[in-house]
């Protein structure tokens, strides 16, 4: 190879290494941007723990598996849509899905020191507690994705579409201000 050629091998094999560091991290970065993305849909009052909760979320997904990293990415997505489609209690629906996002990074994070840490003996029940630990890191976004639900599909839509609309046009007896 000549002396001409060797700067540009270089610059292309550090492009070639930083795409397949993206690559194989795209799980976690993916889980990283919608943790951030969903602290933009908590009300002011709520914004320092939707920060905090996209913290713990985000540093679980780094220390986790591909599959949990899109299930943080999944959660935060699904919660940010379901506050701002929310009509009747859309405070209290983003303050249970930062508190969802939060503790399931809490989650990942006790996983990941678990792993490290080798699990418990085999004399405390090391089998069934870790069979525990394992189902409840991947069942626990299927709970999360059910309150969205129920959260969403517990009121049926109405006329007129907010609740306060219904409550003005019972006070107003159906007559509007012109």
Known sequence: MTVVLRPFVWVLNGML?????????LPALVAVGAAAFATTFAP???????WAAAAL?????LVSGALPALLVAAMAALGAVAVRVEK????????????GLGLYGMMLLGFALYNALGGFPAEMGASYLDAIIRIAV??????FLA????ALW??????GG?????????????KREE
Do not use: C, F, K
């Open 147 to 150: 309150m969205i639900a129920q």
């Open 138 to 143: 991947y069942a626990y976004p299927l709970g």
């Open 57 to 61: 979320a985000s540093a679980g997904a």
């Open 154 to 159: 517990v009121h049926p839509p109405m006329p």
């Open 17 to 25: 290494v930083t795409l397949y560091v993206v690559v194989s991290h």
């Open 162 to 174: 907010r609740p306060e609309d219904l409550v003005t046009t019972v006070r107003t007896r159906g």
């Open 88 to 99: 009747y209690n859309p405070y209290t629906l983003a303050w249970r899905t930062i508190g």
């Open 44 to 50: 002011e009052e709520q914004r320092r723990h939707a």
